[in-house]
């Protein structure tokens, strides 16, 4: 099946720093998600992206499916953005599931 | 925004006891997932669901568990003879299309067996 692979898997930033976070994956895909796990555990959704560029507030993504990448920047880090972001992929190569990196665990310091 | 709801939040089981996880997914969506996450991993996809039938299912998702769609609007999740493995979060999922439409998921129950 397809792979996902995240990087960094930790991150430490102090408040107001920037941030990029990148998901690799193995194969074409037709669908990509960022989400956001909370310390309660909520998967929230931060981006349906399977290709080019959005923007969210202090959030923004960018999908570059032929290179089978995809990064996600936090501009002026927040303690509130503490948690895990997790990428998650659905390849075309059959299959109607989503597979999920290992994510990245991030700690926004004061 | 329209919600995927999961009830319960957080339920506790002695080993061996019959536990049903409940999901109301979005009312015009038609694919429905079962997806589960053991303290500290990845998510892992379970079971997905179509037109009252499973249409993919893991290799995790063995005997022990089933889903159904019992009404219009419910889609559950037993696990049969809970062991101490199967403590988890467990996410519900929805979409309204195949292919190009992102995943709604709910807050997740989690299960903790005892």
């Known amino acids: 099946g397809i792979q996902v692979e995240q990087s960094p898997p930790d991150l430490i930033l102090q408040e107001g720093a920037n941030s990029t976070l990148r998901c690799n994956f193995s194969?074409?895909?037709?669908?990509l998600q960022w989400f956001h796990q909370n310390p309660w555990g909520q998967l929230i959704n931060l981006f349906y992206?399977?290709?080019g560029t959005k923007q969210n507030g202090r959030l923004s993504a960018t999908t570059v499916a032929t290179e089978r990448y995809s990064l996600l920047y936090i501009s002026s880090s927040q303690t509130t953005d503490s948690g895990v972001y997790f990428c998650?992929?659905?390849?075309?190569?059959?299959?109607?599931?989503?597979?999920f990196g290992t994510g990245t665990q991030l700690k926004v310091e004061l | 925004e329209p919600e995927v709801t999961q009830t319960p939040s957080h339920q506790v089981t002695q080993m061996g006891q019959e536990v049903i996880l409940r999901c109301v997914p979005i009312?015009?969506?038609?694919?429905f997932y079962w997806y589960r996450q053991i303290l500290g991993q990845k998510v892992e996809f379970l079971v997905s669901?179509?037109?009252?039938?499973?249409?993919?299912k893991s290799e995790i998702f063995d005997d022990q568990f089933s889903v159904e769609r019992p009404d219009g609007s419910n889609f559950t999740l037993k696990i049969r003879s809970t062991k101490l493995e199967d403590s988890a979060m467990y996410f519900c999922?929805?979409?309204?299309?195949?292919?190009?439409?992102?995943?709604?998921f709910g807050s997740g129950t989690r299960l903790t067996v005892v």
């Open positions: 669901f179509y037109n009252n039938e499973i249409s993919e």
């Open positions: 992206i399977p290709s």
């Open positions: 998650a992929v659905q390849g075309t190569g059959g299959g109607n599931k989503l597979t």
């Open positions: 999922a929805s979409r309204e299309n195949r292919v190009f439409d992102g995943y709604t």
């Open positions: 194969d074409s895909v037709n669908n």
């Open positions: 009312s015009n969506h038609l694919y």
